[in-house]
């Protein structure tokens, strides 16, 4: 029992470290709960989302995939999340499937991966047809918000990206991706101030969030302030 219990103890600290986005302590976590239980699912697929969190896309899709080797189907979409975060468009259109017979939630989240997906190979029509199925599915879902907001700004539809982006936040204020995206559309629309402002909101609930770090040091070597954007800079280091 006593290692069970051990394991058990280190997978929820684990959980609370994600949780409250200290994602260097929960790989610490995960990797010492792996060492004594190495075919743990549920910790393969955390060690996944937590690598994810920190940017790390590649180590993300290896622990997903283990995780879902070992049995745990949930990873499966999150495993498209990665592919997308390394640009790898045609392994997500030939691997993830939008299936009728499963959740509503899984299916958006399908659509959604598809119709980036799409955007991404350059298939603009099948992508903003998977993207309004998505959109059919779950109208409200983060994900289908944010991909819409994503695609609306890279048509230069900065105001209809920033509706889009307000309507994520007052569903998931506690989303580090939405106020991601929010300090990016404030960038596009030259408003230093509100995008530094959100980085930093983004980092407040994800402390260690690279993207949200680097975004804010790009933004201070811009503004000159090198000493200030060198300080941060170490902070992102492991």
């Known amino acids: 029992c006593e290692p069970t219990k051990k394991t058990e103890v280190l997978f929820a600290s684990a959980k609370e470290a994600y949780e409250h986005g200290k994602h260097r302590s929960a790989v610490v976590h995960l990797k010492s709960l792996l060492q004594k239980q190495p075919n743990d699912s549920a910790a393969r697929y955390l060690l996944g989302l937590t690598f994810q969190s920190l940017g790390d896309h590649q180590a993300a899709e290896i622990e997903l995939r283990k995780a879902i080797e070992l049995g745990f189907e949930p990873a499966r979409f999150k495993v498209g999340k990665a592919l997308l975060g ?24 399908a659509a959604t991966l598809r119709a980036l997906a799409f955007f991404g190979v350059g298939r603009i029509p099948e992508g903003r047809r998977s993207l309004a199925e998505a959109d059919a599915i779950r109208p409200d879902s983060l994900d289908v918000l ?11 539809k900065l105001e209809e990206a ?9 569903g998931s204020p506690k989303s580090t991706e939405v106020w991601l995206m929010k300090g990016d559309i404030a960038q596009a ?18 402390p260690d969030n690279i993207p949200a770090r680097l975004a804010v040091v790009s933004m201070l070597i ?11 800079l170490d902070d992102v280091r492991p």
């Not at 691997?95 to 958006?108: F, G, H, M, N, T």
């Not at 944010?146 to 230069?156: I, K, M, P, S």
């Not at 920033?162 to 007052?170: G, I, K, Q």
């Not at 811009?222 to 941060?232: C, F, L, M, T």
């Open 189 to 206: 629309r030259k408003d230093e101030k509100a995008a530094f402002l959100a980085y930093e909101k983004g980092i407040e609930l994800s």
């Open 146 to 156: 944010l991909a819409q907001a994503g695609v609306a700004a890279t048509e230069n």
């Open 162 to 170: 920033s509706v889009l982006t307000e309507r994520a936040l007052a």
């Open 222 to 232: 811009g503004a000159h302030k090198y000493d200030e954007a060198r300080k941060r």
């Open 86 to 109: 390394m640009g790898q468009y045609q392994k997500i259109l030939d691997e993830i499937r939008v299936d009728p017979k499963s959740a509503p939630d899984l299916q958006a989240e």
